[in-house]
DNA sequence: CTCCGCGCTGATTCCTGAATCAACGGCGCG
DNA sequence: CGCGCCGTTGATTCAGGAATCAGCGCGGAG
């Protein structure tokens, strides 16, 4: 298959190319199939390799989905860290993470889609805690909440895991109007002013008082 | 085994009876391995029943799955639908939506944990619309907002859709601390305080401008 | 008491898909 | 120029689960 000459006539394509274009297309089904509906079959088509390659860089099925997720949350909670970490007014930092969540949606709404809508909720999970990965990030969230009430920058009263997952609640709705289609995902507009409304109408619940 | 024993000595059950018995079984597998994971086999043995007679009631997996989602969501819809249509101030029908959601929550977990944290997201939908049953209440919801900001009761300037989609998010994230065991899900007091935070906090970030 | 029918049973069949493995071929090295 | 290494291939094996079906037994009718 035609496909297959850029490994030909380019430069030999590299390890690390072959195990990502594995790793991209696993995002791909998985997507949309979900954890146990993907099929290495179908990964191993998507990525237009030989079933058997798949094995060779990933031991099992459960290891390859294993870094789907790891490789993307890996990166998302990198950049939600760093806007947890800013010296900043709570608000800004809510800001900077709903921000996060929405320019990683611009650049690859299906990897979000996987991550954001699978991730910590799957049942179908295999040996992976993934949702302790969730976890961890909506207990950081938490404990800047808690930070930020003790500077007085957000009422004591309240319980600061539950900003933290209505948080990330919000994000997941406000970005999920898109994946099922009630918004034009494809309204650039539309998009900016769901972060600005999720963005708004969070901090003014969480604020005022 | 001992258990068949209620089919003999009490009167024989009825179809009814069996059948839900068999659907109550699959929505506990169900809400533990999700929808491709679940196997026949486990909601046979879960409902004390005979693999065969699942087949009986059932044409198929797909078909009893469906028949899980379609009961539980049917009656959830119900209950939402009726609370969007009292006459009141929207403040009210929001409180009995979210009131509606927790309680379900309170009676049965499981299914709660299956309808609202599956639902719609699942990629690994079979041949059911279940998306679409969703997006139902989302619309409605909607609609909902819609009269509401022409009652002046609501800030024209909201994405009614977006509304929707952020109660639904903050009510789903609000029991997901609970399922995901970052808050005691035996606290009835927590369960408590938390249902008030999800209104009060979605109700001010909404409503306030 | 006997026979029928209906709900029910679970071993069996068939098939899908995960995981293995023996072999292929291009590339670099001697 | 030939040899061996290693990334690659895909047919094969095997486990497990969906769906089938030939009958079983209990309760009721005659």
Redesign the pocket.
């Known amino acids: 298959m035609a496909v297959?000459a850029k490994?030909?006539g380019v430069r030999?394509?590299s390890?690390d190319d072959?195990r990502e274009l594995i790793l991209r297309a696993a995002v791909e089904v998985f997507s949309r199939k979900g954890y146990t509906g993907?099929?290495?079959?179908d990964v191993a088509k998507e990525a237009q390799?030989?079933?058997?390659?798949v094995?060779?860089y990933f031991k099992?099925?459960?290891e390859l989905l294993e870094s789907v997720f790891a490789t993307g949350w890996k990166g998302f909670l990198k950049l939600v860290q760093a806007e947890i970490d800013r010296e900043e007014h709570i608000t800004a930092r809510v800001r900077g993470i709903v921000g996060v969540a929405f320019e990683a949606y611009r650049r690859d709404p299906r990897a979000v889609k996987v991550l954001i809508l699978e991730v910590g909720r799957s049942p179908a999970g295999g040996s992976v805690n993934r949702g302790g990965a969730f976890s961890q990030v909506i207990l950081a969230a938490a404990n800047m909440f808690k930070a930020a009430q003790q500077r007085g920058e957000l009422p004591a009263q309240l319980e600061p895991v539950l900003c933290a997952t209505m948080l990330f609640g919000a994000i997941e709705m406000g970005l999920t109007t898109f994946v099922m289609g009630l918004l034009d995902k494809r309204d650039e507009a539309a998009i900016a002013r769901a972060q600005e409304q999720v963005v708004e109408t969070y901090l003014r619940g969480v604020t005022a008082r």
Request: proline share 0%; net charge positive.
């Open positions: 297959k490994k030909q030999r394509a390890v072959r993907c099929r290495i079959q390799v030989a079933y058997g390659l094995y060779h099992n099925k459960d």
